[in-house]
């Protein structure tokens, strides 16, 4: 079946320090996959996709992730995190081939120390 | 340009009554979809819609109903509410596109039922 992991329900990081928040899918074929942030009380907003091409792509916020097709992961990584960054984040997949149904992953919550 | 707008922002239902959840979105997108997410468990797609006229079932569409009779509205039905439909719906729009596309959200209406 479909799925999407998102292993870690809470991370904790000092502020400064650096975040790698994990996700792993399950697809036959590689599909479009996303990393969403939810910041309390508030909508969805996007920080990044990757359709096709370079692995490493760039996002908003100072975001960045990897598609690593061997691994099925596309984790999302920040190299020093802002206390504005305490959020929740969701990674979402979209399988190709025109249904656009997105399937999300059940979210991290990130809690960030002063 | 507002986006996705939805209202209300927060209602409680007794038991068995019935309401409307309005979805509306000034951005001309084709593609529109109702989710509902309950505490992790990520988002859920309730039901979706390329266009005026045309609305699928996702993945929990039991006790809901929708329409799309325009392009900017995308309203959700709750005919008999249930204490299982306690939850925060978001609505979402994205625009036509050959491939998969960013969805924008809005910022969701909070349901509780008693």
């Known amino acids: 079946a479909q799925s999407v992991t998102q292993p870690d329900i809470h991370i904790t990081v000092s502020e400064g320090a650096s975040l790698e928040l994990r996700c792993n899918y399950s697809?036959?074929?590689?599909?479009?996959l996303f990393w969403y942030v939810q910041s309390p009380g508030q909508g969805l907003q996007l920080l990044l996709k990757y359709f096709s091409g370079d692995t490493l792509v760039q996002g908003i916020k100072g975001f960045e992730a990897e598609f690593k097709r061997s691994q099925s992961s596309f984790n999302l990584r920040k190299p020093s995190v802002h206390w504005s960054d305490a959020a929740e984040y969701f990674c979402?997949?979209?399988?190709?081939?025109?249904?656009?149904?997105?399937?999300f992953g059940t979210g991290t919550r990130l809690k960030v120390l002063a | 340009n507002a986006g996705v707008t939805q209202t209300p922002k927060f209602r409680i239902l007794k038991i068995g009554q019935s309401m409307t959840l309005q979805c509306t979105q000034d951005m001309n997108h084709n593609y529109m979809y109702w989710y509902r997410q309950d505490p992790g468990m990520g988002l859920k797609l309730i039901y979706y819609s390329v266009g005026a006229g045309i609305t699928d079932k996702g993945e929990v569409p039991n006790g809901y109903n929708v329409s799309r009779s325009t392009t900017e509205d995308f309203p959700l039905r709750l005919e008999l509410a249930a204490p299982s439909q306690t939850s925060v719906y978001f609505c979402?729009?994205?625009?036509?596109?050959?491939?998969?596309?960013?969805?924008?959200f809005g910022p969701g209406t909070r349901l509780t039922v008693l």
């Open positions: 697809y036959g074929a590689t599909p479009y």
């Open positions: 979402a997949v979209c399988p190709r081939g025109g249904t656009y149904k997105y399937i």
């Open positions: 979402a729009s994205s625009p036509p596109t050959t491939s998969a596309n960013e969805q924008f």
